[in-house]
């Protein structure tokens, strides 16, 4: 299986400020067809976990383009150019390569 | 707009059979671009794919969980179930259905999902005697 590592595990932003999470993957997350396949999750408080990035750098619908996607092999980055305060929650990455499908350890942006 | 909403016992005693149904709404579940997913989040804990469907019926399982899960789906009522079965406190937690999107590449529709989109609002399972 592949094992995804986030760091770091906790995150306190300013507003207006940016921000960005890593995650590494224990084998390359691109197939032989150039796709990566590494997603990113935002878990608000209380609710279900929301698709913000999809092959790596693909935004979902309705994402604000503060939020970008970016890395290939086994280094991906989430970054996000000015946080907002309801950017707080829970990041998750996934992998989409191989199943089982697995996710990082989570990582907890706040307010400063 | 597509919804998905997970419903079933909140209670289940130790060794028992854990049963959810996901039922699906703005959309069908027999499109061949999705699979459909559960993933479950103990309380204050990461996220863990259990298993997916595709609307043939076929399914795969995480190895973790595969000689304890069973998901099937029912066309007709456009959902789609989870059970499992023998569970113990470790079976805790909030359990999620999802749409699992397969990718196109030039026009072809491959492999299995990559991404899960949209998610249900989840249903908290504890279990306990």
């Known amino acids: 299986e592949i094992v995804m590592t986030q760091s770091p595990l906790s995150l306190p932003v300013t507003p207006g400020e940016p921000a960005s999470i890593s995650c590494r993957s224990s084998q390359s997350l691109v197939d032989r067809n150039g796709y990566k396949y590494l997603n990113w999750y935002l878990q608000k408080p209380g609710q279900s976990p929301q698709l913000l990035i999809y092959?790596?750098?693909s935004r979902a619908s309705g994402v604000p383009a503060r939020f970008s996607g970016s890395g290939s092999g086994t280094d991906f980055t989430l970054k996000i150019s000015r946080v907002e305060p309801e950017d707080v929650g829970l990041y998750y990455c996934?992998?989409?390569?191989?199943?089982?499908?697995?996710f990082g350890q989570g990582t907890k942006v706040d307010i400063k | 707009q597509l919804q998905l909403q997970e419903s079933g016992p909140g209670l289940v005693k130790p060794s028992e059979t854990l049963s959810l149904t996901c039922t699906v709404s703005?959309?069908?579940?027999?499109?061949?671009?999705?699979?459909w997913g559960w993933i479950r989040q103990p309380p204050g804990k990461g996220l863990e794919w259990i298993g997916s469907?595709?609307?043939?019926?076929?399914?795969y399982y995480n190895p973790s969980l595969k000689s304890r899960v069973t998901i099937s789906l029912d066309t007709s009522k456009n959902q789609f179930s989870l059970k499992l079965k023998s569970v113990t406190a470790a079976d805790t937690a909030v359990y999620f259905c999802?749409?699992?999107?397969?990718?196109?590449?030039?026009?072809?529709?491959?492999?299995?999902?990559?991404?899960?989109?949209?998610w249900g609002q989840g249903t908290l399972v504890t279990v306990s005697s």
């Open positions: 999802a749409r699992g999107k397969r990718v196109t590449i030039s026009g072809v529709i491959t492999g299995l999902e990559a991404w899960f989109d949209p």
């Open positions: 092959l790596g750098s």
């Open positions: 703005g959309d069908s579940i027999t499109s061949s671009n999705y699979y």
């Open positions: 469907i595709y609307y043939s019926g076929s399914t």
């Open positions: 996934m992998q989409g390569l191989q199943a089982p499908w697995t």
